[in-house]
């Protein structure tokens, strides 16, 4: 499917790619959230739309403003500002229920846009390494310290030749949106896929989210030797795996 651009009221335009799926395979969209830095072009991404394809489910995949083929100033990006955009194109592109699919940060992402969404369209969700509340736990003391002052931090990017900023405006709304301190009232069912091999967000983080979602349908599948990315052939076909066994239960 060709890139597409959703406007914004204020002249934003977010773009997307969304396959609506057959009549004969009704159910839930599945929403792709990429993680920090990433787009709807990566190998996790890419594997779901192609697979949510074949089988005529619909699929929404999107850039954050400033990710992508999004335009924008990755510099004013923020958890509240990506999850408007990523509501503004569900309320868009789908108008029933949604598995939101998050990695990484979008695992954050996935929890915020479920929140605001209407129970009834909550049909699951699925995080690969999520990463809620990384602006607390993710940084060093002095890091912090840089932030709190308005400073741009850079920290080496072993996924790519620059090194990774953090913006203090994105750090400062993190830490409006902290999640893991008290209940997360969704009751929706949640699946969880972590690597132990993780060098950057500790698999303990899936076990402190299933630890505070109120749902009772939550699940967490460890995979020893994963690392951060999980996406090895095997960790994709686990994902998917993952997805249709959700869909399924959704009906």
């Given amino acids: 499917m060709p890139t597409q651009f959703h406007t914004l009221a204020d002249g934003r335009r977010i773009a997307y790619r969304f ?18 830095m990433s787009d709807m072009a990566g190998g996790k991404a890419t594997a779901l739309f192609d697979w949510a394809t074949a089988k005529g489910r619909a ?87 840089k932030l709190i002052l308005g400073e741009t931090i850079f920290e080496p990017n072993q996924y790519g030749p620059e090194p990774t900023p953090t913006h203090a405006g994105f750090w400062a709304d993190g830490q409006r949106r902290l999640l893991l301190a008290d209940e997360i009232a969704l009751d929706c069912p949640v699946r969880l896929i972590h690597g132990q091999a993780d060098p950057d967000v500790p698999w303990e983080v899936s076990m402190r989210i299933a630890a505070v979602l109120r749902s009772a349908d939550v699940q967490v599948a460890l995979i020893k030797d994963g690392d951060h990315r999980l996406s090895r052939d095997g960790d994709i076909a686990l994902l998917l795996r993952t997805v249709a066994a959700l869909i399924g239960e959704a009906g």
């Fill in 19 to 36: 396959t609506p799926g057959s009549a004969e395979a009704s159910g839930p969209t599945l929403v792709f959230l990429p993680g920090y």
């Fill in 59 to 145: 699929c929404l995949l999107l850039d954050y403003s400033g990710c992508g083929e999004s335009p924008g100033d990755f510099a004013d990006g923020t958890l509240s500002r990506w999850r408007d955009e990523v509501l503004a194109l569900i309320a868009a592109q789908c108008p029933g229920p949604v598995v939101l699919v998050g990695s990484s940060m979008g695992g954050w992402l996935m929890l915020l846009v479920a929140l605001a969404l209407p129970a009834e369209h909550r049909a699951g969700l699925v995080g690969l390494a999520p990463a809620p509340d990384f602006t607390t736990w993710g940084y060093a003391p002095e890091d912090k310290a």
